[in-house]
Structure formats: C-alpha cells, structure tokens
C-alpha cells in the first residue's frame, strides 16, 4: 500500500466559474485508511444488531437534514462543480425524499419473503445486511449519487466507507457532518480522501464485502477488475447516450423546448441525459430550428446568480476542452454546428451550449458520450429507422420515446435495449429504479431494486 498517490492532483476545491483554486485538502495516510476500515468492521457488528425500525428512524433524521441545510449545501457544490444554484438546492432536497423513502419503505422491502416448499416444511427468503462497503462517487451529482447508495444500505444494516471525487471534498465533508449530527453511529459511514491506489486495498481486503461506483466506463471497468479478482460484488453505473425518439408532436416547438430543458439539467452533465434525439423527417425541421433558438445567443453566466440568458460552466476546464474537441471532429468531419459550440477563454470551464446534426458512424460523436451542453439530433423517416438508430450504440442506460399515440410509442420502447426505457416523459423519483445494461454498466439503484444489491438473500428453512 502506498501512502499517496502520483497519478491525481489530490482533494480540493476548484471553481470551474473562474479557474480559481479555492481550497486544498489532504489526501490519507495508509493509517488513516487501516483505521476507517477497522471502524467500519467494528460499527457493523452493532450496526446490523440494531432493529431495522429504529435505523430507519435514523436515516429519516438525515432526510430531515438534507432540506434543513439546503441553501447551504447548494452554495457548496455551486462553487465545487458550477452547477446552478436553484438545481443544486434541488438536488439536496431530493436526497431528502431518498433517505426518506428508504427509512419509510425501507424495512417492509426487506422482510422475511416466504416461499413455497414443494417438499414440505417451511422455506423463508432473508435479506441480511453483508457488512462494510465501499462507495466510489461522482462530481455531477454530488449529494445525490451518495444518497441513492448510502440510505438503503444504512436501513439494511451495512456500513459505508465512501470515497467521493477529489473535486468534492467540501460536499463530502458535509454529508458526514449530517449523517454524524443525525446520529448514525461512529464508524457506520466514514468519508475517507482516499488515493487510487487506496481504493484498491480497500477493495481487497477481506472485511470489505462489495463496491459501488458511478462514473466512467474507464473507471468502471477497473472497479469491475478489481471487484472480481477479489471476489466482491459490485454495482456500475457507468456512462450512457440515451436515445429520445419524438415520433410526432401536436406542437412541435413545446416538444423541442421540452427536449431542450431536459438536455441541459446540470449543463448537459447527466448520464441519463437525452443526448441523442432522433426526430421523425417530418417535424425534423422545426425541432432543430426551435433548438437553435433556444440555445442562440445565451452567455457565460455565474451559476451562483443565474441570470436570464446565461449558462453555467462545465466542471472543469478539461471537461470543456474535451467537449469542444468532439465537436470539432464532429464539425470537421461534416456535421453541422446549428448554433453554439464555442469554448470561451480560459481558465474558467465554459462552452457555450451547442446544437448539432449531420452526426454519422465516422465521427466520434456518434460513438462517444457528449458530457455535455450538447443537443445531437437525428433525423429519420420510419419507426424502424428510429429502433435501429436508437439501439446502435454501446450503452444501455435509459431511453425514451414520444407520440400522440401511444402505442406506437410504446412499441418502440418495448424494443429499446436499455435498463430504463419510457413513453412520454422520463420517469425518475426515489421510487423509482435506476441503472443500465451493456456498457452502462449493472445493478440498480433507487426504489424496491436499491435494496436487493448488497444483502445476503438467506435461505431459513423450518422442517416438518
């Protein structure tokens, strides 16, 4: 084990509005590492003693929190990531409703479930907690992705070392502040500033019982790597290009704007975001054309004030120069670049929102994911055409398909290979199941499936 790292710039806080380093952090000593795993083993054998009702209560405390402390949670991740101020107070008061959902629905999802016994006797299915894990989380949604791991597994009894991106540290420090204020137990979830080589002893060492991760394919297949050579389950939810088919619209315009909206929640920086609309020819036109309109003209704005006809920047300088260089390939190889699509002068992390068509199989946008403020529309003249399309690609996160009638939407999404398929609208909640299939990785998180991950699915039998 090595006591830091060489290959990552460490924790700290860079303001991608302005390029500004605003504060640094520590990365963890090899001791530090030792002790939050020993804590965690520790914890977990009192932890899962504790009746599940009286966890529950629990996490519904830090449900409570994550509303009470909104506005300043919100100005934490503004300034860590950029994202708009009113989408960062929402993204805390939906953590509410997750850590909520899972302490009210939680302990009725994981009671004992009695099977039918052919032979006779008694056959119960448990679910038990498994022990302490790790959790590896993402920039893009700092609260968020932490909570749809963290609250089930707290309900059911396991306990939490969790590692977020370096570029969070503020907003990790503020969820352990609220999981110790509403009294989880010490060692029951340690935030840890752990290097890369760190996260792979921790995954191999045997009190470790499986590993979460959000994030990139890259990073997902070496989390993978790492969990199967150590024989520890994993759950990957790792990039997507979900397709949007509109197949008609009563108003065109609403649909593109409708379309647009979605794109750009957190600058285009979702992983179920709609990045590839593939449009029927005969409204194509005045889909694109209301997509221009909507991104023409708007300026970099701070994410902190969100004034009329601004945006925000990405969460990096890299991010947006990565961006830009898709586009240019894109661009260079022929497609058209409709409106937007301009990096503007570092070092603050902004390019302008960007409306893209004429995309084919030779240019990497096709194939690669747009983490970003990107709207790639497609135009096709058949159902057919749009099924193909949308399944031509090598992720499986989500999809959705739009029409008037809705069971020509509905057979289209019946067919989409896709972990999250949907007609008209997009369905997300609490209760509502998350995660993907092919190169978007497997398991899920969120609603009843959220609980079923990490949890020793015991046989009980009782004899005649």
């Not at 860079?14 to 002790?35: C, H, K, R, S, Y």
Request: proline content about 5%; glycine content about 10%; overall charge negative.
């Amino acid at each position: 084990m090595t006591a830091t790292s060489t290959t990552q710039p460490g924790y700290r806080v860079l303001n991608p509005a302005t390029g500004e380093v605003v504060e640094e952090f520590p990365t963890a000593t090899d001791a530090e590492i030792q002790d939050a795993l020993a804590r965690s083993q520790e914890a977990f054998q009192s932890w899962k003693e504790v009746p599940i009702a009286e966890r529950a209560k629990i996490v519904a405390k830090v449900a409570d929190l994550f509303t009470e402390r909104a506005d300043e949670l919100a100005a934490i991740i503004t300034e860590e990531m950029g994202k708009p101020l009113s989408q960062s107070k929402g993204e805390a008061e939906f953590c509410t409703d997750i850590f909520k959902y899972f302490a009210t629905e939680g302990p009725g999802l994981a009671a004992d479930q009695e099977i039918k016994a052919i032979g006779g006797g008694r056959a119960l299915i448990q679910r038990l907690p498994v022990g302490p894990l790790l959790g590896i989380m993402p920039w893009n949604y700092p609260y968020y992705q932490v909570a749809r791991f963290a609250a089930p597994n707290l309900v059911l009894g396991n306990t939490i070392i969790l590692k977020h991106a370096e570029s969070c540290p503020r907003s990790a420090l503020a969820i352990q502040q609220i999981m110790d204020d509403a009294g989880v137990p010490a060692g029951a979830y340690i935030n840890v500033f752990a290097t890369h080589e760190q996260i792979a002893d921790i995954i191999a060492d045997p009190r470790i019982q499986g590993v979460s991760l959000t994030g990139s394919e890259r990073a997902g297949a070496i989390i993978g790597e790492l969990a199967g050579k150590n024989l520890k389950k994993a759950v990957l939810e790792l990039g997507g290009s979900d397709p949007y088919v509109v197949l008609d619209a009563e108003d065109v315009p609403a649909a593109a704007a409708a379309a647009w909206e979605f794109r750009m929640e957190n600058t285009g920086q979702a992983c179920n975001s709609n990045k590839r609309m593939i449009v029927m020819d005969d409204i194509y036109d005045g889909f694109v054309a209301e997509l221009a309109k909507q991104a023409k003209d708007l300026k970099p704005g701070n994410p902190a004030e969100e004034a009329e006809g601004t945006f925000a920047p990405l969460s990096s300088r890299a991010a947006a120069e990565a961006l830009a260089e898709q586009l240019k390939d894109a661009v260079n190889k022929g497609a058209t670049l409709h409106a937007g699509g301009q990096l503007q002068d570092g070092p603050a992390a902004y390019i302008a929102p960007a409306v893209l068509t004429g995309v084919t199989p030779q240019m990497r946008a096709y194939t690669e994911e747009l983490f970003g403020p990107v709207a790639v529309v497609y135009k096709v003249s058949s159902d057919e055409e749009a099924l193909k399309l949308a399944n031509d690609t090598q992720y499986g996160l989500g999809g959705a398909v739009f029409s008037t009638d809705e069971e020509r939407a509905r057979r289209i999404a019946q067919q989409l290979e896709v972990g999250m398929a949907n007609v008209n609208g997009v369905g997300e909640g609490a209760d509502i199941p998350f995660g993907g299939v092919k190169r978007s990785g497997f398991g899920r998180e969120l609603g009843p499936l959220g609980m079923d991950e990490f949890v020793n699915k015991r046989l009980f039998y009782i004899g005649d």
